[in-house]
């Protein structure tokens, strides 16, 4: 966590940015500067549907409201948060209670939103966000919000880190449908199942079924790791390249050409996804990764609505 500077006098919002594998939290002043920062465990609005899911988030804005008290108490939040749908009125009163606030000074809404204007004014742009899982965004000029995909991993999620780890689970283990054994030769196959935990289908099992999706979809890492080794890896990020420009090209056909973002850590894993990305988008497009902090952009939509 970083220190705040020693104004403490003005009033603060506090930003939030939950995704799958992180939770990062911001505090901005009235000038918009950025007070403190810290990061917490990674939580989805979809697990306030279990007792179990529900502890769980409770636990981590607990985390996070003991840190943020710490710093100063904010007057207002902004919270982007993974999975969040049109009824959070627990979320809300959850964080609202651990910060001392009442309900209506927390404003929430899906973590996208949050990060599309970190990139883009309304109507500049299209969004391709690349985490655990993977959605096209655009916010258009009545600020109505636009998506590509985004529907969770069950369904899709093409491209995202969740996505990269199933294909080299279904890989692999396909390959050991028609060779047993065959995983001795692959270096991603290795890495995946040091990762998981050994080469028995049992560990695969468990780790896939049995972990939460921001678990899973970090094995992407040791996907991306052996991609200058094994062709199978390098195919595998490739075809994710290729999933997350369908995302942008759906949004361009549908609002008309605009520049084009790619942010998000499993954008990041490797060179490959965003060069065969820009290779599949039409020639035109300007395309640019970014590395965004959304937490920061939350922070100060929240100290912009203190009045």
Not at 121 to 136: E, H, K, M, N
Not at 191 to 217: L, M, N, T
Not at 276 to 301: I, W
Request: a negative charge; aromatic letters at 6%; proline letters at 5%.
């Amino acid at each position: 966590m970083h220190p705040p500077d020693q104004q403490q006098d003005s009033p603060l919002g506090l930003g939030i940015d939950a995704g799958g594998t992180q939770t990062r939290w911001a505090l901005a002043g009235p000038d918009g500067r950025i007070r403190a920062e810290g990061t917490a465990s990674g939580l989805s609005a979809l697990q306030m549907g279990s007792a179990e899911g529900r502890e769980t988030v409770h636990a981590v804005f607990e985390t996070i409201a003991r840190a943020v008290l710490a710093q100063g108490r904010p007057a207002a939040v902004r919270a982007g948060i993974t999975g969040f749908g049109e009824d959070g009125g627990a979320l809300q009163r959850c964080l609202g209670e651990l910060l001392g606030l009442a309900p209506g000074a927390v404003v929430l809404s899906n973590d996208i939103e949050i990060a599309y204007l970190a990139s883009f004014r309304p109507g500049q742009g299209y969004l391709v966000y690349a985490g655990t899982g993977s959605i096209g965004a655009y916010i258009d000029e009545h600020h109505g919000f636009h998506r590509a995909g985004g529907r969770g991993v069950v369904l899709d999620d093409g491209g995202g880190g969740f996505w990269i780890a199933r294909e080299a689970l279904r890989h692999i283990w396909r390959r050991e449908d028609e060779c047993p054994g065959a995983w001795e030769a692959s270096p991603m196959a290795h890495a995946v199942f040091q990762h998981v935990g050994g080469a028995d289908w049992s560990f695969s099992r468990q780790f896939i079924y049995g972990r939460e999706r921001g678990e899973v979809g970090k094995l992407a890492i040791a996907v991306a790791a052996t991609a200058g080794r094994d062709p199978a890896a390098a195919a595998i990020l490739q075809e994710a390249g290729r999933e997350l420009a369908r995302l942008a090209q759906a949004l361009i056909g549908r609002f008309g050409p605009r520049p084009v973002a790619l942010a998000g850590r499993a954008a990041e894993l490797h060179p490959l996804i965003a060069t065969t990305m820009r290779a599949a988008l039409p020639p035109d497009t300007v395309l640019e990764q970014a590395s965004l902090r959304a937490h920061y952009a939350a922070a100060r939509l929240a100290a912009e609505s203190i009045t």
